[in-house]
């Protein structure tokens, strides 16, 4: 086995990225802002059909500024008629930096359980949340929807329950860039699409990285502009600086955002070998009893970000803890799933609704490495390390 370590998704970048660092670093552009910022924004905007980009420190950064953007809207429209403090409706399975930004606002946050076919947020639960919350009188800020492991959460089916209770609905896609689902009419769209906006993060782990980064994305012209103002700590028009309300330093750095323009570029690369690994991965463990992969919901085309199964312990022999450690043993990376939110002590307080499904995937999951510059004899040597762990 190898010696240096094997990393779950390390970052993978080569001469693009190179070539874009160093046209930021000739042309003296190491400001915060500058050219290199705009382009990546018109690149992102083209890749994904969003009309309105804004390139970001972090996906968590980008997360705030939507959920501020409807927070502001909210306090103008909706304050006097409504006493208690606004809901945020999330995922409960999913990654903290998707639903801490609610509570940076003061905002409730009310966890929904994934479904099986998808393990992405169940639309009926959500839909029973949205109608509790109405009956109690509760003003629903928004709905915040992720894109587990990359695959696509059911827009159509989440967009259509947030329309009908007239709520905004985020969706995390910092899993999933580069993935694509299809719509009722067959038509196909870039993970993110078809919400109020949508996020996605460029962090050392994510599919393509700017090391640390994020973006927001949306048709509304008026969100974004909002967001960019209180990006760059809510700024006036006018030539001193002059401020009425607060803002945040969230913006990217002209030198990273030429590291994302590379990473653009390999992008389609990267999200057809995710796939390969994980169809490697099938192929090796195929025929290993008490071994399941995360599902691809018909509606979609997964980046496959971590390759992700699931152990049944009983017909494996071994538990997920002792395969982590096997494989750690080799410096190994592999890691459980998200543990759901609703399972956080920080979030103990905050209500749930279902739960049972996450709680299952995060008992028996498993996220195996699925770093793009592994080779194919290192997916089969972790495989067989994995087999080794079990019975058969
Ligand atoms: C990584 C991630 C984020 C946060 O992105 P950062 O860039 O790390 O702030 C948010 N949501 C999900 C689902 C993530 O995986």
């Known amino acids: 086995m190898p010696t240096s370590r094997i990393h779950l998704s390390p970052p993978h970048v080569g001469e693009w990225e190179q070539f874009f660092v160093e046209e930021a670093f000739t042309s003296n552009y190491l400001a915060p ?52 403090r606004p809901v945020v409706v999330a995922s409960t399975l999913t990654f ?32 029973e949340e949205l109608h509790w ?47 694509q689902y299809y719509d009722h009419h067959g038509e196909r769209h870039a993970a993110g699409r078809g919400g109020a906006c949508a996020i996605y993060s460029f962090n050392g782990n994510k599919i393509i990285t700017t090391s640390g980064g994020g973006m927001l994305a949306s048709d509304n012209r008026e969100l974004i502009e909002h967001a960019r103002k209180l990006s760059q700590q809510a700024r006036e028009a006018v030539p001193w600086y002059e401020h009425r309300e607060i803002g945040y330093n969230y913006r990217m750095s002209n030198l990273l955002a030429a590291l ?18 994980c169809g490697l991965y099938q192929e090796y463990l195929a025929d290993v009893p008490g071994i399941s992969f995360m599902p691809e ?19 494996f022999g071994a538990a997920p ?14 890691r459980p799933l998200w543990k759901p939110m609703h399972l956080q002590p920080v979030f103990r307080h905050c209500r749930v609704r279902g739960g049972g499904v996450s709680e299952e995937l995060f008992a028996l999951g498993l996220c195996l ?24």
């Not at 382009?39 to 009309?51: I, K, M, Q, Y």
């Not at 705030?64 to 809207?73: K, T």
């Not at 002792?322 to 990376?333: A, S, T």
């Open 297 to 315: 919901a018909d509606y979609n085309q997964a980046n496959r970000w971590l390759t992700v199964i699931l152990i049944d312990p009983e017909k």
């Open 260 to 277: 994302g323009r590379g990473q653009l570029r390999v992008l389609q690369q990267r999200v057809e070998r995710k796939r390969e690994i």
């Open 133 to 179: 919350c109405r009956n109690h009188g509760l003003a629903v800020l928004a709905v915040a929807a992720t894109d587990l492991y990359g695959q696509c959460c059911n827009v159509p089916a989440l967009q259509e329950i947030c329309q009908r209770h007239q709520t905004p609905l985020i969706i995390d896609s910092a899993e999933s860039l580069g993935a």
């Open 321 to 334: 803890l002792e395969i982590i450690e096997r494989l750690e043993q080799e410096n190994i990376e592999s």
């Open 33 to 84: 802002l500058g050219p290199m910022v705009e382009r990546l924004e018109e690149e992102f905007s083209a890749l994904t059909g969003f009309p309105h980009c804004l390139a970001l420190n972090s996906g968590t950064a980008a997360m705030h500024l939507a959920l501020r953007h409807l927070y502001d809207q909210f306090k103008i429209t909706l304050s006097k008629k409504k006493k208690e």
């Open 96 to 127: 903290i930096g998707s639903v801490s930004p609610a509570r940076f606002l003061d905002c409730d946050l009310h966890f929904i359980d994934s479904d099986r076919e998808t393990w992405n947020m169940d639309p009926l639960l959500l839909d």
């Open 369 to 392: 490495p699925s770093g793009t510059a592994m080779s194919d004899s290192q997916i089969e040597d972790i495989s067989n390390l994995i087999r080794s762990c079990g019975n058969s």
